[in-house]
């Protein structure tokens, strides 16, 4: 929690410093950064739960002997989607992925001209809400 402070943080200077023109960020730059945030965060939330329960269920399987996919619960042994991440990462590895994510992704914001800032928030914020969907349809919980 404290990391997705510190990152939230990012937004708030880029919004109070930006020069006038086509560089302006706006309100509506701002509400639109927060989305993005506030959708990567659940994201981060859901992997870090869906990790630990995939962890958690491995070893209870394996502790019972039950160790065939018939007795699998519903996260053991999954593994995650994303391709810059290990199969398994560590919660480590999970928060400094998504802080990187986050804080590259408000510079990339702020550093943009309007037209296109908005057109890399929207792709984010579209792509976020469809991997947040699909990690709730998979019974992901968000947890912070």
Known sequence: MKTLLVVLFLVVPCSI???ES??????????????????MATDWSQTSWMMRQSRAEDAA????????????KPMAGRNEANPLLDDHPSQGRINTYF??????HTVIARLLPKPYRRVWQAI??????????????IGARVEF
């Open 17 to 19: 410093h930006a020069e």
């Open 61 to 72: 399987r394996q502790g019972s002997g039950l160790d065939n996919d018939r007795h699998a």
């Open 99 to 104: 802080v990187a994510t986050i804080a590259a």
């Open 22 to 39: 086509k560089w302006k960020w706006t309100g509506t730059d701002t509400a639109y950064q927060a989305a993005t945030v506030l959708l």
């Open 124 to 137: 984010y914020i579209v792509t976020e809400a469809g991997f947040v969907a699909h990690n709730f349809s």
